[in-house]
Structures are given as C-alpha cells and as structure tokens.
C-alpha cells in the first residue's frame, strides 16, 4: 500500500485533540455465527478452516460492513494464502498486499483505523497467578534430577 504515509496516531498523542479521527471499534471476541458461503468457483482450492477462522476474526465484523466484494477478497486470499504456503513467490507477494487491505496486522489496522474493542469480560475472568521463572527453571531441574519420582 504504498503512498498511504504513515498511519494516524492515537488520540492521546496527539497535538490537536479537536481534530478527531474516528476509528472503527471491532468486537475483541470476533465475529459471530457461520461464515459466508463460499463465493469463489467450486473448483478454487481453499482450506475451510482457514475460512473459518478468518470470518471468526474481529475483522470479519467489519468486512461483512463492507459486503460481497470484501467477501470475495478475503476468498482471493484464501486461495492465495494456500498457494504461498506450498512456496508460490508470486503468490507470497499477492497476501502481504492482502493482509494490508483486510487488516490482518496490527499496522495495517491503524492505517485503515480500526481498534479491537476493549473485552470487558476479559477484567472479569480469574487469572492464573504468575509464577516466576527461576521457579519453574528450579522445578524442572529438580523433575530431572528426581527423574521425575517426587513431586
């Protein structure tokens, strides 16, 4: 995407706070329910999980925004993806310029000014609680020594 300049910076770091730019907020647990129908001829080769997890994705909220032609897309990139993996170079080209347009990275989500919203349920989940590394490291130094008899 070249010629877009550098993506905005955040509200707080900014030096004229009347001059708003609105960002799209993406639902932090993704889009919900089953993902479009495949929209590219039967015979392209996709990965259906891979589709899956893509419409699952807080972006997909926001492609779905934007309709058909978004949905084809993101297919295109599917397809694409597949064919870089197996080391198409041309191929590995096309998703880096893909992954830009969808959103896929957290610079291009700046640039197109998207922000995942806050996960309010996220505050309210226990956590686990930290343990410290030299902890761990001693507890695994000790299973091998022990060769894992006490524990």
């Given at each position: 995407?070249?010629?877009?300049?550098?993506p905005p910076k955040p509200a707080s770091q900014r030096r004229r706070t009347n001059a708003t730019i609105a960002t799209t907020q993406l639902p932090a647990e993704g889009r919900q329910g089953e993902p479009p129908a495949w929209?590219?001829?039967?015979?392209?080769?996709?990965?259906?999980?891979?589709?899956?997890?893509?419409?699952?994705?807080?972006?997909?909220?926001?492609?779905?925004?934007?309709?058909?032609?978004?949905?084809?897309?993101?297919?295109?990139?599917?397809?694409?993806?597949?064919?870089?993996?197996?080391?198409?170079?041309?191929?590995?080209?096309?998703?880096?310029?893909?992954?830009?347009?969808?959103?896929?990275?957290?610079?291009?989500?700046?640039?197109?000014?998207?922000?995942?919203?806050?996960?309010?349920?996220?505050?309210?989940?226990?956590?686990?609680?930290?343990?410290?590394?030299?902890?761990?490291?001693?507890?695994?130094?000790?299973?091998?020594?022990?060769?894992?008899?006490?524990?």
């Amino acid at each position: 995407m070249a010629g877009m300049g550098p993506p905005p910076k955040p509200a707080s770091q900014r030096r004229r706070t009347n001059a708003t730019i609105a960002t799209t907020q993406l639902p932090a647990e993704g889009r919900q329910g089953e993902p479009p129908a495949w929209p590219l001829a039967a015979s392209a080769a996709y990965d259906e999980q891979t589709w899956r997890d893509l419409w699952s994705s807080p972006q997909a909220a926001a492609w779905e925004r934007l309709g058909i032609g978004c949905i084809r897309m993101v297919a295109r990139y599917v397809v694409l993806l597949a064919e870089a993996e197996v080391g198409e170079p041309k191929a590995a080209m096309e998703v880096r310029q893909l992954e830009d347009r969808l959103g896929l990275s957290p610079m291009a989500m700046r640039r197109l000014l998207w922000e995942i919203a806050a996960d309010d349920t996220a505050a309210a989940r226990p956590r686990p609680t930290p343990r410290s590394t030299a902890a761990t490291r001693r507890e695994r130094v000790l299973e091998v020594i022990d060769g894992g008899r006490a524990s």
